[in-house]
């Protein structure tokens, strides 16, 4: 009895989910030892920075130096979190980034298990949450990037107030929205976009309720609304009365709809309908807040209308939300049931008896069979290879002080401070600006410009390209250093 109790149960589904969620997000990391995304190089270099000043507020730009970040205020709490976590538990920078992304997104799936368990459709919904992809474009759970950390907030707030009605549901909200502010506020915009209709349909018949979760999502707001309205808050509201340029191609909505896949979709909108049929307010909740990311994304895609990071990564919030949607659309199915008189008349064999397990495990089949294969294929780009590696670790361990500033490929200039530590000429961005063709111009001119490298304090250039200039000595294959470096 107690075997069967135990086939029976979530636990034993939960295993393997977990570990599929641990593997699609570990797919961008497998097979290469480094940080993969841009994102991740400048978080790392980021906390560095924190662990180096001993405070994550109004940090010194780590790649040029000198200057203080500005926009790294609207992350300064992941980068503290990194910053933490690096010192707390001593492991290496590339093992965090490596395998913390897939532990995060465990997490994840898990508060959707929690969330959905009591609706009845808790491992359906975490099953189809791992299906959330990570492309180069929309990032994603396989990056250890802000928005995937926050992800998990948001099952875990619909948790919370779904079934909790005291002063503690309320603090745990405003925690949570009060952290997510300080990590990825346009995550804190998604949750709270998605909590809206759960909290206008409380307004009728439990107006308190709705009173504290506006209280608690609110307050956070004008407590960091300080620090956040010069860089988010004014830029938003401008961006909401004027049409964007353009959508970027990378992360367009009909690209993502196949990488995401056809019966997950199905499925959501099966589960779109079940409130009608089974009713809930947490199930309408549920349901109205992936329709509200649903429009305002169609808005931004079709008018240009919106906030564009709220476009660029509410396409995670809306998989999230189709995730726990199409699992209610999987637990309706699995629940079908042939009549009992159409069994006797049919005489079906006891498998056929409950149509719906067979139904729900051809779908699981022919979803995974092919998402697995897609997010296996799905294109990233790696900044640097062994021998940058090997080099910036070289120069990291050998060069002083007296070498603090470097110059070599834009496109790698990320990575080199991130390992080394030291300051970067230009460093290539989402788009390429007036430093970064300088230093192509130099570096392919065989770095001959002496004046350019004393003019702008460089003494160290990283060329595997070949350099001509005898004012630069080779002490490591593709690593020069000025001669008789005076730094200012």
Request: glycine share 8%; with cysteine; net charge neutral.
């Amino acid at each position: 009895m107690n075997i069967m109790k135990l086939v029976r149960s979530d636990y034993l589904k939960m295993l393997p989910i977990l570990v599929l969620a641990f593997y699609l997000a570990f797919i961008p990391h497998q097979g290469y030892p480094y940080l993969v995304h841009l994102d991740e190089w400048i978080h790392q270099s980021c906390a560095d920075e924190v662990i180096k000043e001993g405070h994550a507020v109004s940090l010194t730009d780590p790649f040029t130096g000198g200057t203080r970040m500005t926009n790294q205020v609207v992350e300064v709490g992941f980068h503290l979190f990194l910053a933490v976590f690096r010192q707390v538990t001593d492991l290496p920078w590339l093992t965090i980034f490596k395998y913390l992304p897939g532990i995060i997104f465990m997490l994840t799936v898990l508060a959707v298990y929690i969330l959905g368990r009591r609706q009845g459709f808790g491992w359906e919904a975490a099953l189809l949450t791992c299906l959330i992809p990570t492309t180069v474009g929309i990032l994603g759970p396989g990056f250890l990037v802000p928005v995937a950390l926050g992800l998990f907030f948001i099952p875990l707030s619909l948790f919370v107030t779904f079934h909790f009605r005291n002063w503690g549901a309320y603090a745990a909200l405003f925690m949570f929205t009060l952290f997510l502010l300080a990590i990825h506020s346009a995550t804190a915009i998604g949750m709270i976009t998605i909590m809206i209709p759960y909290v206008i349909l409380n307004l009728r018949g439990n107006l308190m309720h709705s009173v504290g979760m506006t209280a608690a999502m609110a307050i956070p707001f004008l407590i960091a609304l300080p620090w956040l309205s010069d860089m988010l808050v004014f830029p938003a509201a401008r961006e909401l009365l004027v049409q964007t340029k353009g959508v970027v191609p990378y992360v367009d909505v009909p690209r993502i709809i196949p990488i995401y896949g056809y019966l997950p979709i199905l499925l959501c909108v099966i589960g779109c309908i079940v409130p009608v049929i089974k009713g809930g307010k947490e199930k309408y909740g549920l349901v109205f807040g992936l329709l509200i990311l649903l429009v305002l994304l169609a808005v931004f895609f079709k008018l240009s209308y919106g906030i564009g990071m709220m476009y660029y990564r509410g396409l995670q919030f809306m998989m999230l939300m189709m995730g726990i949607v199409a699992g209610c659309g999987l637990a309706a199915i699995k629940d079908l049931k042939i009549p009992v008189q159409l069994v006797a008349r049919w005489k079906l064999a006891s498998p056929l008896r409950n149509i719906g397990y067979v139904l729900c495990l051809v779908i699981i089949a022919g979803t995974l069979y092919t998402a697995i294969p897609v997010r296996q294929h799905i294109p990233y780009y790696h900044m640097i290879d062994n021998q940058d590696y090997e080099a910036f670790v070289w120069i990291k361990d050998n060069l002083d002080d007296r070498y603090m500033k470097a110059i070599l490929d834009p496109s790698k200039g990320t990575p080199f401070t991130a390992i080394t530590g030291k300051n970067v000429y230009a460093w290539l961005g989402a788009y390429p600006i007036a430093s970064d063709v300088k230093a192509y111009g130099f570096l392919g001119g065989g770095s001959s410009d002496t004046a350019f490298l004393e003019d702008n304090n460089i003494s160290i250039v990283y060329s595997r390209q070949g350099v001509n200039n005898p004012d630069l000595t080779e002490v490591r294959p593709y690593v020069y250093v000025l001669k008789e470096v005076e730094l200012e």
